[in-house]
Nanobody
Framework: QVQLVESGGGLVQAGGSLRLSCAAS????????MGWFHQTPGKDREFVAGINWSGDSTYYADSVKGRFTISRDNAKNTVYLQMNSLKPEDTAIYYC???????????????????WGQGTQVTVSS
């Protein structure tokens, strides 16, 4: 049974930082590209960042480039999202996801991801 468990969300002031973690189990973590998405009420999940199997290729939404960094530790079956210079518009539920596409394919569409975590709330106050 595949499980993705996010942690690290919370309340932070604008300009602050948070580091999200996503611990995976039940899958060959090192084979799968991973992604982070966020969702606000009434909207679809939106791509935030993605990383290939080895961690040497990363992709970001324009809105977070230069502020967020995705990374992974395959020995710990964990993917991270370091979020700096947070803005109120970053407020959302953040989800990690795993795709079963080839290891170097990092999609930005949510429908391409097979496994999802339960999400963690990030709230940025102004």
């Amino acid at each position: 049974q595949v499980q993705l468990v996010e942690s690290g969300g919370g309340l932070v002031q604008a300009g602050g930082s948070l580091r999200l973690s996503c611990a995976a189990s039940g899958l060959a973590f090192g084979r799968y590209p991973m992604g982070w998405f966020h969702q606000t009420p009434g909207k679809d999940r939106e791509f935030v960042a993605g990383i290939n199997w080895s961690g040497d290729s990363t992709y970001y939404a324009d809105s977070v480039k230069g502020r967020f960094t995705i990374s992974r530790d395959n020995a710990k079956n964990t993917v991270y999202l370091q979020m700096n210079s947070l803005k109120p518009e970053d407020t959302a539920i953040y989800y990690c996801a795993a795709t079963t596409l080839p290891p170097n394919t990092v999609p930005t569409e949510s429908r391409a991801y097979r496994y999802w975590g339960q999400g963690t709330q990030v709230t940025v106050s102004s």
